[in-house]
């Protein structure tokens, strides 16, 4: 190939992959201006199918992209003198687009498509540690500001007023006293009796299956507090259905637990930076993927893991917790996350598959996650310094997952884990947290029980070792391999022994399907002490019976929408009804 040619089919690969990258963000976006449409129709299945269909979109095009660059550059495709140069002419056409590191990240995965890259190549690749999408954020031109001129009633009709709706308000002026009210109690808490002189809105609407959320802050004279509204739609309009203003309540809403928010910005670096704000203690990567960036999370993750690593000393170590039958746990103690990786061999009272598991956590990241089920990220060829972990760690790596782990001269090389958020598994939590926060999670637990239930998601196995607590004390569900569909499961009743030879048999007498749940026999694998088995049952006793299973089974067959919100104050609510 000449020079001429040479530069001319690396750059027609440069226009490729940036006009595919337009193409996938244009509809990207199309797919999330959808969302106030459904919203005004109250079109609840469409908006959930449309969170599937943006969430495939990325692999729809690196698969499609690839396949076309296959065909331009042919028995070249994989030459990486020609790489070097595409992604020379791509850096120079991206270099002053906004949100340039989301076009990076499109060209990486491409790449890695290409090459199976193992760690990082600088010579073929944007190193996720070089990128920083919000280095260059200066302004906030997102939001809107609204100045206090006296009233709160007339500063939050200003706001409320700017939500775009074909749909009517149910009773405009209640919510508003509803705001105006919350606002005026949360400012007096902190000691300013003016209140607040201004308001900052980010202008577009946060959508989320069944709710809107309008997120901003309340701005005093010397202080400042988060906030975000929710507008629910009703059959006979739209009314506040809440309204958040503690740090903490917006971290739940934003959490690594709940579905992706559909939120149409034009800048998403700078709703990040200013989200960021809101939450100091969450991280940039998790902030990315809640608004449905989830690959420029992943890149964001990585950046996190890796500067961490070359800042600190400690050793990756066995993740507290009972050893997984399926999974090897690990973690970094400075860091607080954890790493999955699937056993080569599983025990024989574990009847699956390596593909049946992926297949659950391709579930998972589609489903609705109702704040009870932890978003696993997919991370490939992950290049670690062997040193970093510790020998017992190492040798169970080495010895239990060697279809995955291998050693590379100095570094460790992992070709498929999951990174999940780390938190304290619930088994351990109850014994060592103080009596009323032991109570508190073990109710939770089973409201998590119930709130996945709500979703058609039936956990499996229920051991208290499967759930962690988050730092807000919320009980989430992470080990997947055996959940399920609640429609796809046969709740039973205990059947009653027919002769006393029966009761003494050590084996089951009656027939048991693979898909049989028999709901009386959960309490008798949980471990509770008496006290916390009294919370338990005074408050959930219900699902330990097959009828309330079949009852949310009906429902959810029935088409019915059962709503887990993430509202401290609230649980379910059935908006077909509301």
């Known amino acids: 190939m000449n020079e001429v040619s040479y530069g001319a089919r690396a750059r027609e690969a440069a226009d490729a992959i940036a006009g595919a990258f337009d193409r996938y963000n244009a509809e990207f976006r199309a797919i999330t201006r959808r969302a106030p449409l459904r919203f005004d129709a109250r079109d609840w299945q ?65 790449g890695r498509t290409f090459f199976g890259t193992v760690g990082v190549d600088s010579a073929i690749e944007f190193v996720a540690l070089d990128l920083d999408p919000l280095s260059r954020i200066s302004d906030y031109d997102f939001m809107t500001t609204y100045q206090n001129r006296g009233s709160l009633e007339l500063l939050f009709e200003e706001v409320l007023a700017d939500f775009r709706t074909q749909a009517r308000w149910r009773d405009f002026d209640r919510s508003l006293r509803i705001v105006a009210t919350e606002i005026e109690k949360r400012s007096a808490a902190q000691g300013e009796r003016r209140g607040p002189t201004r308001v900052e809105m980010i202008r577009q609407p946060f959508y989320q299956l069944t709710r809107v959320y309008l997120v901003g802050r309340v701005v005093g004279r010397d202080w400042s507090m988060p906030l975000a509204i929710a507008l629910k739609h009703t059959e006979r309009g739209i009314l506040v259905d809440a309204v958040m203003t503690a740090v903490d309540d917006l971290s739940v809403l934003f959490s690594f637990t709940r579905s992706y928010f559909h939120v149409d910005l034009e800048r998403v670096g700078k709703a990040v930076l200013f989200l960021k704000q809101l939450m100091p203690h969450k991280a940039v990567s998790e902030l990315f993927i809640v608004i449905g960036r989830a690959k420029q999370g992943k890149t964001e993750r990585y950046r996190e893991l890796f500067r961490h690593l070359a800042s600190t000393e400690d050793q990756f170590v066995h993740a507290p917790g009972e050893r997984g039958l399926v999974m090897v746990c690990f973690t970094l103690p400075s860091f607080d996350v954890v790493f999955k990786l699937i056993r080569d061999h599983f025990p024989v009272q574990k009847n699956i598959l390596r593909s049946d598991v992926l297949k659950k956590y391709e579930l998972v990241f589609k489903h609705d996650r109702a704040g009870r089920l932890v978003d696993a990220q997919e991370f490939k060829r992950l290049r670690f310094p062997k040193h970093r972990f510790a020998p017992a760690l190492l040798d169970e790596l080495l010895s239990e997952t060697a279809n995955t782990v291998h050693v590379d001269g100095e570094d460790l090389i992992i070709d498929h884990c999951y990174i999940e958020r780390r938190m304290t598994p619930l088994n351990i939590y109850i014994r060592t947290a103080p009596p009323e926060l032991a109570e508190a999670a073990v109710l939770d637990y089973g409201q998590a029980i119930r709130d996945l239930a709500y979703t058609n998601i039936f956990a499996g196995d229920l051991l208290l070792k499967n759930f962690g607590v988050t730092r807000h004390g919320r009980v989430i569900f992470y080990d997947y391999d055996e959940l399920c569909l609640v429609t796809d499961c046969r709740f039973r009743e205990l059947p009653q022994a027919q002769s006393y030879e029966d009761e003494m048999r050590a084996e089951t007498w009656y027939y048991v399907a693979d898909n049989d749940v028999f709901p009386e026999t959960f309490i008798n694998f949980l471990g509770f002490e008496e006290r916390l088995k009294a919370a338990f049952l005074s408050a959930h006793a219900e699902i330990l019976t097959a009828e309330w299973w079949r009852g949310v089974q009906e429902r959810l067959k029935s088409s019915e929408l059962l709503e887990v919100l993430p509202y401290a104050s609230q649980r379910v609510r059935v908006a077909s009804s509301a």
């Not at 070097?84 to 791509?90: D, F, H, P």
């Not at 002053?96 to 590191?101: H, I, L, M, T």
Request: hydrophobic fraction near 40%.
């Open 46 to 110: 469409g908006a959930q199918k449309d969170a599937v269909e943006r969430i495939e979109l990325y692999g729809r095009y690196v698969d499609s992209t690839c396949a076309e660059l296959k065909l331009r550059l042919g028995e070249d495709a994989a030459e990486r003198f020609l790489w070097a140069e595409i992604k020379r002419r791509y850096e120079e056409l991206i270099a002053e687009v906004f949100d340039s590191e989301f076009r990076k990240t499109f060209f990486n995965s491409i």
